[in-house]
């Protein structure tokens, strides 16, 4: 065991876990955080998609030893309410159906347009490649980023 001091949605959490424990399970089991899921605990489905330092990245092969410094951010962690412009898109675009894969695709357009703040259909494409629905809802997600890029650059 080893002790951490981890910066998770704007606040310094101290945990004491074994090093190669994925963060997913830090997030889920540790620290009480169930956003995050898990899917295939093989980084190949997207649904344990986190931000680090504001980058897209699957929890549940990045071990705790990994962070270091970095910032965290959850699908907690977005926005206190619900009101970030991906969440909001989500929700006018009726994106969820099951709801399973959503924070992970929600986490991965964020930080698409975090970095890319007028995709194309290809740059979205190629964001959310990662991210798997099993309902099929990828044209519903797809409408749902371009909607939350349009009103990002109106405020």
């Known amino acids: 065991m080893a002790k951490y001091n981890l910066k998770i949605n704007g606040k310094t959490r101290n945990v004491d876990v074994d090093p190669s424990t994925p963060m997913l399970w830090v997030l889920r089991d540790t620290l009480n955080m169930p956003g995050t899921k898990f899917g295939c605990g093989m980084a190949e489905c997207g649904a344990c998609t986190i931000h680090l330092d504001g980058n897209a990245t699957r ?17 907690e962690g977005l926005s206190e309410n619900g009101t970030h412009p991906v969440q909001k898109a989500w929700l006018e675009h009726d994106v969820a ?45 797809k409408e749902a980023i371009k909607t939350a890029a349009k009103a990002s650059k109106t405020k």
Do not use: F, H, W
């Open 59 to 75: 929890s549940c092969v990045l071990p705790v030893s990994a962070i270091g410094k970095s910032a965290i951010t959850t699908i």
């Open 97 to 141: 159906q099951c709801g399973y894969c959503q924070g992970g695709q929600i986490m991965s357009a964020a930080a698409l347009l975090k970095s890319n703040p007028k995709p194309s259909d290809e740059d979205i494409d190629n964001a959310m490649s990662g991210n798997i629905c099993r309902c099929g809802t990828y044209l519903r997600i």
